[in-house]
């Protein structure tokens, strides 16, 4: 069991940047592969960004390669999201999820969720 739980949400212009942070709670935090995904308004959830359980293998959705990248500190129980060159189209409210079968791009494969941290791109 881990609970989630999302900061660095707000609001920035275009082009501008932004560091989601993720807390995880529970002393086994380290064993499980962590993602982040989004939710814009009217759409559905979509995978942004996932990291191994040792935070040697890195994903990225073709729509924020190269502008966001994904860590994690396992003696923090942390894993962060810096954004870079935010667009209108990133506009979302960020979920950071854990999963205990590994990295993976779709939802059904995290088992927990935080509540979401909303990011706001204005252009």
């Known amino acids: 069991q881990v609970t989630l739980e999302e900061s660095g949400g707000g609001l920035v212009q275009d082009g501008g940047s932004l560091r989601l942070s993720c807390v995880g709670s529970?002393?086994?935090?380290?064993?499980?592969?962590m993602g982040w995904f989004r939710q814009a308004p009217g759409k559905g959830r979509e995978f942004v960004s996932a990291?191994?359980?040792?935070?040697?293998?890195?994903y990225y959705a073709d729509s924020v390669k190269g502008r966001f990248t994904i860590s994690r500190d396992n003696a923090k129980n942390t894993v962060n999201l810096l954004m870079n060159s935010l667009k209108p189209e990133d506009t979302a409210v960020y979920y950071c999820?854990?999963?205990?079968?590994?990295?993976?791009?779709?939802?059904?494969?995290?088992?927990?969720w935080g509540q979401g941290t909303p990011v706001t791109v204005s252009s």
């Open positions: 529970g002393r086994t935090f380290s064993i499980y592969a």
């Open positions: 999820a854990a999963s205990s079968h590994g990295v993976g791009r779709q939802g059904y494969e995290y088992s927990y």
């Open positions: 990291i191994s359980w040792s935070g040697r293998s890195t």
